[in-house]
């Protein structure tokens, strides 16, 4: 699969099944370090994501037909996370996964870019977002593409660090 075979749009009414399987099977690897307990909320919001909250995009990477990768992007970190005292007034990514099949490609890279060019139209010029040390993979990547880290928007789920990240939308940043 070469990424001129991806289409990257917005996720439709009818896309919710597949959705949500494809946005599960991603995060399915974490089953195996989180408690039971705490594996079994986390995949119950994962499954409820599609229908609570207001983001202002929920984008799709498909091949084929089949949804290989998604990502939310919510408009402030009271629409995210319902906490307005993070004071994130701007985008913020939640939810990035990629099929486990479709890993090692760019996915998640064509869908961080389309939340930049969006974040970009609506005027805003900083995308956030949150990620844990479980998730390296996704640090290295967020790193590699300009993300720093937003000490200011760390927060806690339970006893885990949740990291906050930013990325400023100067020219570098627009070009990914």
């Avoid at 690897?29 to 409820?48: D, F, I, K, N």
């Avoid at 983001?55 to 089949?66: E, M």
Wanted: glycine residues 8%.
């Amino acid at each position: 699969m070469s990424t001129d075979e991806i289409v990257i749009r917005d996720a439709s009414e009818d896309d919710h099944v597949s959705f949500i399987e494809s946005l599960v099977s991603a995060y399915r690897q974490y089953a195996e370090v989180l408690p039971g307990p705490v594996w079994e909320q986390y995949e119950s919001g994962l499954r409820a994501s599609f229908y609570e909250g207001k983001p202002i995009a929920r984008i799709v990477a498909v091949s084929k037909g089949d949804i290989i990768g998604s990502l939310q992007l919510f408009a402030s970190s009271e629409e995210a996370y319902g906490q307005p005292e993070l004071g994130i007034h701007n985008p913020i990514i939640r939810y990035l996964a990629v099929s486990p099949k479709a890993r090692g490609k760019g996915i998640a890279t064509l869908l961080i870019r389309e939340a930049i060019k969006r974040t970009h139209t609506i005027g805003a010029g900083r995308l956030n977002l949150h990620t844990s040390d479980m998730m390296a993979s996704a640090v290295q990547l967020y790193e590699r593409l300009g993300f720093e880290r937003a000490y200011e928007t760390d927060l806690y789920s339970g006893e885990v660090l949740v990291k906050g990240f930013r990325l400023e939308l100067n020219e570098a940043a627009l070009r990914l």
